[in-house]
């Protein structure tokens, strides 16, 4: 039933879209909410993360109501859900309140819709979510995307991005990013990309760039850390990829911007140094 509302929903016309969410907005929204974590992949994606964002970037959704959202998407029912599971359905749920958070604080970012208090607290809550996340499974046969780190890139690289964010809330960013590098296996489905806006999001921000290669430097410091601790492991070489696949990724965003010289110039030098690891 609430697939066959949603496309109906999806379907209309802006201007029929706009009456039916002023007379049936909050239910709608609501069902949408509650089936936010569904793992039926044309229910989740195709359907309710679509239609939400429509809805968003429409205006159709009054600012009480979106500052309740946000209010409940970083709650231990949403974005924390089972939060330190893996391999379970909980993942959906955590991934895609990523998302919705990421929509509603893009909103934010151009109308400071959220009152200060409110804001302060989503941000501060969302900056953690990609440092905890442990189950990074990108598609999920027959469920669709769970694509966490993605997701949590996404919200990570909007606060990063908002002018409102305190500045105390980006080491906690980079810290997730960095340790996204090390949290199992191999990204295969551009978990790389994702995670560079955050790092592009706030060089565009203007942040100092020397503290930007005093992070790259430390994450390669941990690389060293661990191949002295215990040799060429497979956790080494895995993690090695990714910030390697990272790293390239980054230095040709900074290039084709023509951002951050000097970044630049260390991420080329780090990558050509640990390349040549066998």
Known sequence: MIKTTLQQVIDMSPEERMEHIQENGGQLIGQMLE??????????????????????????IENEVMENLAIELISDRRLFWSI?????????????????LAGLLAIDRETSYLEETVRHVVMERSATYLQQERDVRGFVEEKGWAHSIAHG????????????????????????????????????????????????????????????VEWIEQVFDRLELERT?????????????????????LYFALKMNHQAPGLQQVVAHVIQKWFSLT
């Open 84 to 100: 330190g599971e893996m391999d379970t359905d909980s993942v959906f749920t955590r991934s895609f309140s990523a998302l919705w």
């Open 35 to 60: 089936e936010i974590g569904s793992i039926d992949p044309v229910l989740r994606d195709e359907q309710i993360y679509r239609l939400i964002i429509t809805l968003l970037t429409e205006h159709l």
């Open 229 to 249: 601790r215990k040799g060429y492991s497979r956790s080494l070489f895995q993690a090695r990829t990714n910030t390697l696949q990272f790293m390239k990724t």
């Open 153 to 212: 890139a996404d919200l990570a690289a909007v606060i990063a991005g908002h002018p409102l964010a305190e500045k105390r809330l980006i080491p906690v960013l980079l810290q997730g990013v960095s340790d996204s590098f090390w949290k199992g296996p191999v990204y295969t489905d551009d978990e790389d990309e994702r995670l560079v806006a955050v790092i592009m999001a706030l060089v565009k921000r203007g942040y100092p760039e020397e503290v930007l």
